[in-house]
């Protein structure tokens, strides 16, 4: 710990437009109930991660999130595991920017910030997860719920010097219905993505209608929304996405290409025909739309069979 306080010494270009920027935030904030896990040797991912996943609701133990987050070679957590295990308990993992303005910024919004932080020297690293829930701008400082103190009070200039050497790594377990007060477009709706590509559909598709709901016009998106909505069944849902990606980007291949088949699976054909046309003109050489209609031909023809069947 004298290597940590020895390197509060000097202050830092973050702390300095901090300084520099009175006003831009409240002047002291502590989020007094956000739980507290004190942690085992090793174990400050899992409780770190168990404090911030019931801040946002999801009451979680430490000791069931250990089996997925500690590595014993390395004798803690890694930060994708952080990540991984977040979005596997249905929750959005946000990583933030490396700036202390936009970490103060979640906490005065109500957030905690897990922060990783090297304890020790670059040649003789002691990793450490912490939670910020807390800082007082006046008395320069920042409260942590941190091994086993609930509330460690630390000097902003050693916690960033100290939070540096993990290149300023930070994150947020939200639910999917909440945005990020510094929010980044890209960063939010690739968040979202994380959700889906593990089959967390129905987290995911909360989470594109979240980033849709400040970013109306973002691709990605509402494809998002409109795949997720097929996967939960909800055709008309899909259908109403897709078609609004239409209007947004109308030079977009896929996006007809899924309204076709949204229209398929509520057997509105001549529709579907045409909303695949316009895939296959659009896309030029691509395959998919291609293939798009010939399955959808084929289904018409099924149709037709079985309906002369029923007579």
Same mark, same amino acid.
């Given at each position: ?24 935030? !409240?002047?002291?904030? =502590?989020?007094?109930?956000? !739980? ?8 400050? $991912? /899992? ?11 999801? /009451?979680?133990?430490?000791?069931? *999130? ?5 590595? /014993? ?16 308990? $249905? *929750? ?13 910024? =979640? ?12 304890? $020790? ?30 509330? =460690?009070?630390? !000097? ?17 377990? *939200?639910?999917?219905?909440?945005? /990020? ?38 691709? *990605? ?69 291609? #293939?798009?209609?010939? =399955? ?11 309906? #002369?069947?029923?007579?």
């Amino acid at each position: 710990m004298l290597l940590v306080w020895l390197a509060g010494c000097a202050g830092t270009p973050e702390l300095s437009r901090l300084r520099a920027s009175p006003g831009a935030l !409240p002047p002291r904030v =502590e989020l007094e109930a956000v !739980p507290f896990f004190p942690q085992d040797t090793h174990q400050c $991912g /899992p409780a770190s991660l168990a404090m911030a996943l019931a801040a946002a609701g999801h /009451p979680v133990t430490p000791d069931a *999130l250990a089996p997925r987050l500690y590595v /014993p070679e390395r004798q803690g957590s890694l930060q994708v595991e952080m990540l991984a295990a977040t979005r596997r308990e $249905g *929750l959005l993992a946000y990583p933030l920017a490396p700036s202390l303005s936009d970490a103060l910024t =979640e906490v005065a919004a109500g957030t905690p910030v897990i922060v990783l932080q090297n304890l $020790g020297l670059s040649a003789l690293p002691l990793w450490h997860y912490a939670v910020v829930v807390g800082y007082d701008l006046d008395r320069e400082e920042i409260i942590l719920r941190s091994g086993l103190s609930r509330r =460690e009070v630390m !000097p902003l200039t050693t916690f960033e010097h100290t939070w540096a050497r993990s290149g300023y790594w930070a994150m947020l377990a *939200l639910p999917p219905s909440r945005l /990020p007060a510094t929010a980044r477009e890209d960063a939010y709706v690739e968040a979202a993505v994380a959700l889906e590509r593990i089959g967390k559909t129905r987290a995911a598709h909360a989470a594109y209608a979240t980033a849709l709901s400040r970013w109306p016009r973002n691709r *990605l998106a509402r494809m998002g929304l409109g795949n997720t909505a097929a996967l939960l069944g909800d055709w008309k849902e899909a259908e109403t996405a897709f078609r609004q990606a239409t209007a947004d980007h109308p030079q977009d291949w896929a996006a007809y290409n899924n309204l076709a088949w949204a229209l398929a699976q509520q057997k509105r054909w001549q529709e579907a025909i045409e909303a695949a046309e316009r895939a296959i003109t659009l896309a030029k050489d691509a395959a998919e739309p291609r #293939r798009t209609l010939e =399955e959808i031909r084929s289904k018409i023809k099924e149709t037709k069979n079985q309906s #002369r069947l029923s007579r």
